[in-house]
């Protein structure tokens, strides 16, 4: 690539160690597993995957707020190097930014929107008087489409796309490259989402933001993301652009999200890869490949050894060994 | 209909203000009868307590010799000039209660100072670092409350020498592990929200996540326990004086006055009985308005 990546990700890696008691011995949990990939300015990185598969770790690592247990994290060109419980450095925490979930959360209930959004202010621009301070806050208000009259107002007086709305505010008061969407319309109503959604395509050419957008939602995804990482079990399974691995997915564990992704026409008819039982225990890894006890395709060799991710084209890397198979089968069967 | 309820609304302050806040406040706590009750008694007492050398008939320290011991008015050998009777040295009970006033809510009111800057200040830290930090701070406060609260404050007094300061220290000592709990267990609960790590995000220090952004989130339960402790102080001062290791005499404190009266109480009830309702009065009171604000503070209580 001719650009700079504004956030590159090599071989991150999350585990959280399990205190032993007296009656179990202490355990690692893998919750991100060597993801790599690289983000440019302006475009959307989506990760999607089912519940508890490392997702938001994966948000929490990007954003400094855990240090990875290993693997390299280099933000607009700087080297993260954090160390557990740290504060992020300065220069680097106005370049990456989170947007969470739950907008009911993430808003302080006894600040007024216009004391929130000047916080970062007055804590990373010292040089600003409260006047300048305030004005930026109202500029921003009046970005995210709420009126200035929203400014002294509590967070509870707000429905929740307001609030994600005050949260995206927040969020861009420094100016940040990098904003990190985890699950960001999720907890909202269908049509509020694409309003919001809206707002933030709107920002993002606005400002040049590059978007890891975190969701399971995979029409929205199709919808905004350039590149995708399909995560399983803390590692991805399936990296590449956005059009290809929805019209081409190769990965067993991708095709059967796809399928599972209801299609508003009632004359198409797919068949449906289903998926055996439950994700494995993080505390108990099946050996090998982490699907295999789910997949379709599972052959003895599955379960010997865990497949890296290998590209099968310039820009599609897959981590199953019977990808051929699989992507074989999934032509016929679509 | 309508228009009127629509009129009714355009009266009320516009949402947002601080005045909207107040008045949303203030519907919830009167509407609880017995929080207003405490109310006013407890601003009743407090203008008694300030006013005193105008409102009080004698000087709470004249020792009248020709009037030991009056049985108070409604009595046949009660006398207007000493409302509620007078104690054995022929000191006026009524002035002594009012001038009492004074010491035992300004001492309890310091006491409530003390212990809750205190103990917010360690809670905040025992809760917010959490590990070592907090072991040592809650094993300590442990201890404190393993105590009888009283036999440690006497404890206390001892070794401190009997006086006002350090009945004061010792009884903000007792009160200590309430609000370090409360306040640990409340910054415990907020301190994994998001908007915490978004503001740690934007780069706020300790200092600021635990004042700033923490500790107003903490603060609903922290008023109503202080409003508890206040009239737990009132006792406990009380009862130091009773014991005589509080206020020194002359100086009218509503528990030295009973201990004083004690030994008059076959003979002479009414100097034992006016300390010890308006001890009980007091106290009453100040719980009654606790329980309306904790009504009115915690979010959990309110009808929407």
Not at chain 2, 160 to 174: E, H, Q, R, Y
Request: charged share 15%; proline share 7%; hydrophobic share 45%.
């Amino acid at each position: 690539m001719s650009r700079d990546a504004v956030l590159s990700a090599v071989n991150l890696t999350r585990h959280y160690q399990i205190k032993g008691s007296p009656f179990s011995k202490p355990a690692t949990v893998k919750a991100l597993n060597e993801a790599t990939f690289e983000l440019y300015p302006g475009q959307t990185l989506a990760v999607v995957g089912e519940s508890g598969c490392g997702k938001s770790t994966l948000a929490r690592v990007l954003t400094m707020i855990e240090p990875p247990t290993s693997g390299q994290l280099t933000i607009s060109g700087h080297q993260v190097s954090l160390k557990e419980g740290q504060r992020p450095p300065a220069a680097l925490r106005r370049e990456v930014q989170i947007i969470f979930q739950n907008p009911y959360g993430s808003l302080n209930p006894r600040k007024t929107v216009a004391t929130m959004l000047e916080e970062p202010l007055k804590l990373n621009r010292k040089e600003m008087s409260a006047a300048e301070r305030r004005q930026a806050a109202l500029e921003m208000i009046a970005k995210v489409g709420l009126r200035p009259e929203h400014a002294d107002r509590y967070p509870h007086m707000f429905s929740g796309g307001q609030r994600q709305r005050i949260a995206i505010a927040r969020a861009l008061m420094l100016n940040p490259k990098i904003l990190v969407l985890d699950e960001p319309v999720s907890a909202l109503d269908l049509s509020i989402q694409a309003q919001v959604l809206n707002l933030l395509a709107d920002l993002q050419e606005e400002f040049g933001l590059a978007y890891v957008f975190i969701s399971h939602d995979l029409s929205v995804v199709r919808r905004i993301a350039d590149d995708v990482i399909v995560m399983y079990f803390g590692q991805p399974v399936e990296t590449g652009p956005a059009e290809e691995v929805f019209t081409t997915p190769r990965h067993p564990y991708t095709q059967a999200l796809f399928s599972a992704t209801p299609v508003a026409d009632p004359n198409r008819r797919r068949e449906r890869v289903h998926l055996k039982g439950e994700p494995p225990s993080p505390l108990a890894p099946p050996p090998g490949c982490p699907f295999a006890p789910r997949c379709h395709l599972a052959t003895k060799e599955c379960t010997r050894l865990d497949p890296p991710l290998e590209h099968v084209n310039e820009r599609v890397a897959v981590a199953c060994i019977h990808v051929d198979q699989a992507a074989a089968r999934y032509a016929v069967a679509g | 209909m309508s228009q009127l309820i629509l009129s009714k609304k355009s009266s009320q302050p516009a949402p947002g203000t601080f005045r909207y806040q107040l008045a949303s406040f203030w519907s919830d706590f009167s509407a609880s009868r017995g929080a207003l009750v405490g109310l006013i008694f407890i601003v009743f007492i407090l203008l008694v307590a300030l006013f005193a050398p105008w409102v009080a008939p004698h000087d709470p320290a004249m020792q009248d010799r020709s009037a030991l011991l009056v049985p108070p008015v409604w009595h046949a050998e009660g006398s207007w000039n000493y409302l509620l009777g007078t104690d054995a040295v022929g000191r006026d009970v009524l002035s002594r209660l009012i001038y009492g006033a004074r010491y035992s809510l300004s001492i309890s009111a310091m006491v409530v100072v003390i212990s809750m800057g205190v103990g917010i200040f360690l809670g905040l830290l025992a809760g917010y670092f959490r590990g070592w930090v907090e072991t040592v701070i809650t094993r300590v406060m442990d201890v404190v409350l393993a105590f009888p609260s009283l036999l440690l404050a006497l404890g206390l007094v001892a070794i401190l020498s009997p006086g006002l300061t350090s009945a004061m220290i010792a009884i903000a000592m007792v009160q200590l592990p309430y609000f370090v709990r409360l306040t640990r267990a409340a910054v415990i609960g907020e301190k994994n929200r998001e908007y915490v790590i978004a503001s740690r995000l934007s780069g706020a220090g300790h200092l600021r996540l635990m004042f700033n952004t923490l500790l107003p989130n903490c603060m609903a339960p922290l008023i109503v326990q202080a409003t508890l402790s206040f009239s737990t102080a009132i006792l406990d001062i009380a009862a130091l004086g009773f014991l005589g290791m509080g206020v020194q005499p002359p100086t009218p404190e509503w528990g030295a006055m009973l201990a004083n009266a004690r030994e008059f109480m076959g003979s002479a009830y009414w100097a034992v009985t006016f300390p010890g309702l308006i001890i009980l009065l007091t106290v009453l009171m100040i719980n009654l308005m606790g329980d309306g604000l904790r009504d009115a503070l915690d979010p959990k209580m309110k009808r929407s």
